[in-house]
């Protein structure tokens, strides 16, 4: 009974049994049964080949709707750039939409919009670069003729006057989401503690105006040429199609396209803080108190990256956390506090964020926050706690396997780091077999070390000398209306 | 039981009347087998300088679609409880997940004057906990199933529900049930959660995005109207328990609807409500009658926050009713004016000008009728010329009929990405819960189908003069007074909007005073900011 039916009408590409969660029909209290649960839990079909020029096809069929999720990483990010231009991974990005030279200057999304297309968009983190959109199936062609147009034909209509608005556009996507809103400065006085000069992480993936301002049309070739190649990058169809038809379009439209050398990456590990390094910052927008920590943790999926997301788990939950029940509902001091660890390429990031209520003490935040750390670092969780978490994961898994586009990332995104699209079944064992004597070591091994401590306090913003701030005061010139 | 109505909702092509539609023309494809190129070889790479791509000459044409799919039609079952509670469920059976959604005719438009943000508050205050479970305990008892239980309220709607995977559907019912029975309402929670949303206004009060969120509605409907109240820290104090215990015993099922979709039965779901809601009876609160908007005065509102790198502006304005005969041409006016990345005012403020990280321009609609209002996030010293460039796209949208790539982009479009509406079971009951909102019958998306299929320019040209008035706009503008102020001015003395001045306000949209600001000196290029 615990085997759900498949769909009655089309197949769709996914397996669903129950594992830990089966285990769980209605128990007082939760007991550990990762031992005993079935191998497999949840999975998506797929199939994985290359064509001879080495881009890497990721085909996921699910024939419930009429629907194709084309979605195409490819294997650069902002951990891949160079000193002095930061944030140039994510501006290539933008130059990406531009246009490319058979469908024309800057209107990929009009066509796609024009055929019914959905979920149109692209993003940039420090490990991969994503495109993607879901069309209607029978324009599943459509779809590749612009993914196909911009790897191969991008440059032919590059040029000065759109990499200005593009630099502009992301100029104001910063303004709009970090320099503008409170707690902004915070992510970049963070990075800045954790990142010495030079590291890739240390002016985040939207990066310095002073760098975005600085890129120049030899800089969109060159990434281009050495980021931008079939060999790496990695295309998923996930949805309606025909096997046999889907391959045929592949290699009609990316087939042909030379092979060239795959870049390599650099790894670049960041060196261990030596001591607690604390930034206290002002924050015209802030009205209330934050106390942030970070510290550095355990690449994306490597050793000891499960035990400290339970360990964030058991920290930071809403409602159920030892922070949430002593910061928020305890005590009241806090507005809001959260944990998350997040694992990257290089090297990860475990985070607590408390927020203030007005006029509670910072000192007192600060040392429940340091006495939890304590007790994570030295005394095992509970195996509930435990539980929780890992039913909480699992769980999690399935409502991701609703939306065919989430199941193009997941593919990817496994596909990316370990190399295999279906580790999710690996992904969940790890999180089965993860104990309390495991989490502890691991937080000990992470957390008792110098952290990064930023505290934002309001300012009052003083009012200007004479001459305006954050503004010059003529508009330039239009450019000329459409 | 009462009458159970299982329904396959015929919204798409077949079936249809026979119509015509863009989307259902099964256009011909040539199924010649894709050219096949002989792929380079992987082992010779070039150096990037000599390598040539191919350019094929199929490259050049854009590919022809296939036929058009069949789409399965969306399945609908709609059933009444005993209790009188409206059940409407999609079922799927792929994933093992159920979601269950609880909808009653109530929000913050049911708020008095001086206890704005009641309903919010109080509503929040229902899932805190149970008489037996506090807090952390009930908190603690869903995670345990991985189960998650809520209660929020919006502007006319407020919910609770569940999500949970099917097989802890059991309990998440259970938890859900005595929520229902012995809620907790104890007053500690509602002096935590009171405070709590008073730093959010505190908080909101400092970001310029929050503030034109907050204030947008009582500059637009008037702070009296039930859709621009504006909750303060003084109309939170004044909430009480005795008020929360109110506003959650009229949370009853006769009359309101459950929305259901997942791995469930009608049989299921029926077998549940009679052994655990049982004692669940009486009356739904039933939506107020709702005032028009009056026409906006061409007032522009500036909320000073000193030393904001960019300004959010809105324009806006009241409009129809969602039922109303000219919803569709509406709607495409308005997409091709700000809906979507293609529209007008992002490709001007955008793509054009580089002023804005993007803008957009839509109908925000309520029960009682509409606001249109197109807005961004602008560089701050492009808020004067940003705002005249909306005021000419409005201008252009009343002054001359969309062009035809325009039309066939957004209708043919519309027809396209309909099937994406219903792509999953939880989609397909979302598009048919909001015609249940607005009173639509649920066979709407068949007229929808069939007006787009007839639209043409001059439809979308008398929505724009229908709806976007020549004059007498709301203006919201929060950003640096001290920048943009002279710029506001201008375009208020040669009334671009209307004739309405321009008003100051602070961050709750009550007037006050423009600060004084240091005299001016000789511009200089400033930090941060373009020197162009």
Redo the contacts between chains.
């Keep these: 009974m615990?085997v759900?039916?498949?769909?009655?009408?089309?197949w769709?590409g996914?397996v669903?049994l129950?594992g830990v969660?089966?285990g769980?029909?209605?128990?007082a209290v939760?007991q550990a049964v990762a031992a005993d649960a079935p191998a497999q839990s949840a999975s998506i079909d797929f199939e994985r080949y290359k064509?001879?020029?080495?881009l890497e096809v990721i085909l996921h069929q699910d024939r419930?709707?009429?629907?194709v999720a084309i979605n195409v990483w490819y294997h650069v990010g902002s951990g891949d750039e160079v000193v002095g231009r930061s944030g140039f991974a994510h501006l290539f990005e933008h130059m990406m939409f531009q246009g490319a030279?058979?469908?024309g200057e800057?209107v990929h999304?009009?066509?796609l919009?024009?055929?019914?297309?959905?979920s149109?968009n692209g993003t940039t983190n420090t490990d991969r670069t994503n495109y993607f959109e879901?069309v209607?199936?029978?324009?599943?062609?459509?779809g590749?003729?612009l993914e196909?147009?911009r790897m191969?034909?991008m440059l032919d209509l590059l040029n000065e006057k759109s990499l200005?608005?593009q630099q502009?556009?992301?100029?104001?996507?910063r303004?709009?989401?970090y320099?503008?809103?409170?707690y902004g400065k915070d992510r970049f006085a963070v990075a800045e503690i954790l990142y010495p000069e030079g590291h890739p992480y240390r002016y985040l993936t939207i990066g310095r105006?002073e760098d975005l301002?600085a890129a120049k049309l030899e800089d969109v070739r060159a990434f281009f040429?050495?980021w931008y190649v079939p060999s790496n990058a990695t295309l998923t169809l996930a949805g309606?199609f025909e096997i046999d038809q889907a391959k045929?379009?592949v290699?009609?439209w990316f087939?042909?396209?030379?092979?060239?050398?795959k870049p390599t990456r650099t790894k670049v590990e960041p060196p261990p803080l030596q001591k607690t390094e604390r930034r206290e910052l002002k924050d015209?927008?802030?009205?209330?108190v934050q106390v942030h920590y970070v510290w550095h943790a355990p690449a994306y999926l490597a050793d000891g990256s499960f035990e400290l997301d339970v360990a964030s788990e058991v920290l930071g939950?809403?409602?159920?956390g030892r922070l949430y029940?002593r910061l928020?509902?305890g005590e009241?001091l806090a507005?809001l506090v959260y944990s998350y660890n997040h694992g990257k390429q290089f090297s990860g990031e475990f985070h607590i964020v408390a927020?203030l209520?007005?006029g509670a003490d910072p000192a007192r935040v600060e040392a429940i926050i340091q006495e939890e750390i304590a007790k994570i670092s030295t005394q095992p969780i509970t195996e509930?706690e435990l539980?929780?978490v890992k039913?909480?994961t699992?769980?999690g898994f399935?409502?991701g396997?609703?939306?065919?586009m989430s199941r193009a990332n997941r593919l990817q995104s496994f596909n990316h780091f370990t190399g295999d699209p279906g580790y999710m079944k690996t992904y969940l064992q790890r999180v089965r077999a993860l104990d309390v004597n495991a989490v502890l070591r691991e937080s000990k091994n992470w957390l008792a070390k110098p952290r990064a401590e930023v505290i934002t306090r309001?300012e009052k913003?003083t009012?200007?000398?004479?001459?305006?701030?954050?503004?010059?005061?003529?508009?330039?010139a239009?450019?000329?209306?459409? | 039981m009462a009458i159970l109505h299982v329904r396959t909702i015929s919204w798409l092509c077949a079936g249809l009347l026979g119509l015509s539609l863009v989307a259902c023309d099964s256009k011909k494809t040539d199924t010649q087998p894709p050219d096949m190129v002989g792929p380079a070889k992987a082992d010779d790479p070039a150096p990037p300088a000599a390598v040539t791509w191919p350019d094929e000459p199929f490259r050049a044409t854009r590919p022809t679609p296939g036929p058009v799919p069949e789409t399965p039609q969306p399945k609908l079952e709609q059933f009444t409880l005993d209790n009188g509670l409206e059940v409407y469920l999609v079922h799927q059976d792929i994933l093992p997940t159920v979601t269950i959604n609880i909808a009653f005719e109530t929000g913050s438009a049911n708020d008095p004057g001086n206890k704005q943000g009641r309903s919010s508050l109080c509503i929040d205050l229902l899932s805190e906990g149970t008489k037996n479970l506090d807090k952390v305990a009930f908190e603690t008892k869903q995670a345990d199933h991985a189960v998650n239980i809520y209660s929020f309220s919006g502007t006319e709607s407020s919910s609770i529900g569940v999500s949970a995977l099917k097989a802890q559907l059991d309990p998440a019912l259970d938890l859900l049930a005595e929520m229902l029975r012995e809620p907790g309402l104890r007053a500690e929670d509602l002096d935590r959660l009171r405070e709590r949303n008073k730093a959010t206004v505190l908080q909101q009060k400092g970001s310029p995005g929050s503030i034109a969120r907050r204030v947008l509605g009582s500059v637009v409907w008037g702070k009296k109207h039930p859709y621009g109240g504006v909750t303060t820290e003084k109309t939170l104090s004044a909430i009480t328990l005795a008020d929360c215990k109110k506003v959650v015993s009229k949370l009853r099922p006769r009359g309101a609807r459950m929305f259901v979709t997942g791995q469930v039965t009608a049989a299921e779901i029926k077998q549940a409500f009679t052994s655990k809601f049982g004692f669940w009876k009486g009356a739904a609160p039933k939506s107020k009658k709702i005032a028009k908007a009056k026409p906006g005065a061409g007032t522009i509102y500036l909320v000073h926050s000193p030393g904001a790198a960019q300004s959010v502006i809105s324009v806006a304005t009241p409009g129809p009713k969602r039922d109303a005969a000219d919803y569709v041409p509406t709607e495409m006016m308005a997409k091709i004016l700000g809906g979507s990345f293609s529209s007008r005012i992002n490709m001007n403020l955008r793509e054009d000008k580089g002023y804005a990280y993007g803008g957009r321009g839509s109908f925000r609609y309520y029960r009682g009728g509409s606001h249109f209002s197109a807005g961004s996030s602008v560089r701050t010293d492009a808020t004067g010329p940003a705002l005249r460039e909306i005021a000419k796209e409005i201008a252009g949208m009343r002054d001359a009929p969309v062009t035809p790539e325009e039309l066939k982009r957004e209708r043919e479009g519309a027809l396209l990405a309909l099937p994406a509406r219903f792509s999953t079971a939880r989609r397909t009951l979302g598009s048919f819960s909001n015609l249940v909102f607005y009173g639509l019958p649920l066979d709407w998306y068949a007229t929808y189908q069939s007006q787009l299929a007839k639209l043409d320019a001059a439809a979308i040209q008398k929505a724009a003069t229908d709806h976007l008035p020549q004059t007498g706009y709301v203006v919201l503008v929060v950003g640096d007074a001290e920048v943009v102020y002279d710029d506001l001015k201008a375009i208020a003395d040669e009334k671009v909007f209307g004739g309405g001045g321009i008003k100051v306000l602070d961050a709750d949209g009550q007037p006050t005073k423009l600060p004084e600001f240091a005299p001016k000196t000789e511009d200089q290029p400033v930090k941060g900011q373009p020197a162009k």
């Design positions: 615990c759900p039916k498949r769909s009655s009408r089309r769709s996914l669903v129950f969660l089966c769980l029909a209605s128990p939760p064509l001879d020029n080495g419930s709707t009429p629907q030279k058979h469908i800057d999304f009009d066509i919009k024009e055929i019914g297309g959905t149109i879901i209607p199936s029978n324009h599943l062609e459509t590749l003729w196909s147009d191969g034909y200005a608005n502009e556009v992301v100029r104001n996507e303004r709009q989401r320099d503008n809103v409170p105006h301002e040429q050495k309606d045929a379009l290699q009609k087939g042909s396209f030379p092979a060239l050398q015209s927008f802030a009205r209330l939950a809403q409602g159920w029940q928020v509902v009241k507005q927020r209520k007005p509930a539980n929780r039913i909480g699992e769980s399935v409502w396997l609703e939306e065919l309001p913003p009012p200007h000398k004479g001459r305006p701030r954050g503004g010059t005061r003529k508009a330039p239009a450019k000329g209306g459409k």
